[in-house]
């Protein structure tokens, strides 16, 4: 597992203050992992059975992880994006929306709340997220051929993705982005159509070039359909225009014919971003990481568990605050994937968060 930082190793830095690395990038964008639970079992998240699920006990209380986020939007944090695992799991997930729909930064603006799910349970719960103040949408769909589906997640669900992405559809929430999973002999023969199905639905497709973040540390790079490879093929039915002005995003994103509809393509792998990522982590059980690929962690329950009356809200809240800086501060230029000595993080994708 991962190393754990103690409080001790706080960084320097004054609550209230902008979340800068040493590299100077400025943290504004905070991942919320609710759960690291899921209703599917996608093989290149985790294995289909003999999952190590976290303890009840670890997983953060509704209260703590709106405790956390006040805390990092005092620091600058503008976005927090809900993940899993699944999150519309978690039974509480609409108060949870609820609750953090309402903070707001120093400027007095509320935070934008956004949330990544493969979209089973969006017909049932969508109408309440939205009225508890969700406002973006990332719903997984890596194939539209059911038998595809069904050998790549595990499950038999495709049609229930499908009236989550219509609920999707059907709401206010834009931009509506689908996301997509390119591998070679799985479904790269889909990437037109799966940009088509987008395009049907008013949504954006994003591809996404396969990482190794498996749980069961099986990903091999010839597997991965490559940025230029997923380009190559889109070139065949549009002409690509580049958008400017990409910022932090992670996706470099393309028009469609001169627009206006776009398609994205997020290569971690041949074309990291790195130098521009503005994101932070928190694990479903209170750790937080500066990287998707990161082997080290800082935890947060001590600071958030303290025995009853031995530290005050102000203390409790300074400490989260000092491990954001010290999360922050240890963070490196860059993911090193294509360096001999990556080493894969211990933790599958799921118990990290999208």
Same mark, same amino acid.
């Given at each position: 597992m991962p190393r754990p930082r103690a409080a001790a190793e706080f960084a320097p830095g004054s609550p209230g203050e902008p979340l800068v690395d040493t590299h100077g990038?400025?943290?504004?964008?905070?991942?919320?992992?609710?759960?690291?639970?899921?209703?599917?079992? /996608?093989?290149?998240?985790?294995?289909? #059975?003999?999952? &190590?699920?976290?303890?009840?006990?670890?997983?953060?209380?509704?209260?703590?992880?709106?405790?956390?986020?006040?805390? %990092?939007? %005092?620091?600058?944090?503008?976005?927090?994006?809900?993940?899993?695992?699944?999150?519309l799991l978690r039974s509480d997930i609409v108060e949870?929306?609820?609750?953090? %729909?309402?903070? #707001?930064?120093?400027?007095?603006?509320?935070?934008?709340?956004a949330?990544?799910?493969?979209?089973?349970? +969006?017909?049932?719960? +969508?109408?309440?997220?939205?009225?508890?103040?969700?406002? !973006?949408?990332?719903?997984?769909?890596?194939?539209?051929?059911?038998?595809?589906?069904?050998?790549?997640? !595990? !499950?038999?669900?495709?049609?229930?993705?499908?009236?989550?992405?219509?609920?999707?559809?059907?709401?206010?929430?834009?931009?509506?982005?689908?996301?997509?999973?390119?591998?070679?002999?799985?479904?790269?023969? &889909? +990437?037109?159509?799966?940009?088509?199905?987008a395009l049907d639905h008013n949504a954006e497709l994003r591809f996404i070039e396969q990482m190794p973040l498996d749980a069961g540390h099986t990903w091999d790079r010839s597997r991965m359909v490559t940025r230029e490879e997923i380009l190559d093929e889109l070139s065949t039915r549009w002409h690509l225009t580049p958008v400017p002005g990409r910022g932090g995003a992670p996706a470099e994103r393309w028009r469609l014919d001169g627009g206006p509809q776009t398609v994205g393509v997020i290569a971690s792998v041949t074309a990291p971003f790195c130098g521009d990522c503005d994101r932070l982590r928190l694990t479903?059980?209170? #750790?937080?990481?500066? /990287?998707?690929?990161?082997?080290?962690?800082y935890d947060l329950l001590p600071s958030l568990r303290q025995p009853e009356g031995s530290a005050g809200d102000a203390e409790i809240d300074a400490a989260i605050d000092g491990m954001l800086r010290s999360c922050v501060h240890g963070k490196l230029p860059g993911h090193a994937i294509n360096d001999p000595g990556f080493l894969q993080p211990a933790r599958g994708m799921n118990a990290i968060g999208g």
């Open positions: 990038r400025v943290h504004r964008d905070l991942r919320v992992s609710l759960t690291d639970r899921c209703s599917l079992r /996608c093989t290149y998240c985790m294995p289909e #059975q003999g999952n &190590e699920w976290l303890a009840k006990s670890s997983i953060l209380t509704l209260d703590e992880i709106v405790r956390i986020a006040r805390v %990092a939007a %005092a620091d600058g944090v503008t976005t927090f994006r809900l993940t899993g695992g699944e999150p949870v929306v609820r609750r953090l %729909a309402v903070i #707001q930064g120093p400027d007095g603006r509320p935070v934008e709340l949330m990544t799910t493969n979209g089973i349970r +969006l017909p049932e719960l +969508l109408p309440s997220l939205v009225d508890a103040g969700l406002a !973006r949408l990332n719903i997984s769909l890596d194939t539209l051929r059911r038998d595809r589906f069904r050998d790549l997640t !595990r !499950r038999d669900r495709l049609d229930d993705v499908l009236a989550g992405i219509a609920a999707a559809s059907a709401s206010g929430l834009r931009p509506l982005k689908l996301n997509a999973v390119a591998m070679r002999d799985v479904n790269e023969d &889909e +990437l037109i159509d799966l940009v088509q199905f479903a059980d209170g #750790q937080l990481r500066n /990287c998707l690929f990161s082997t080290t962690e």
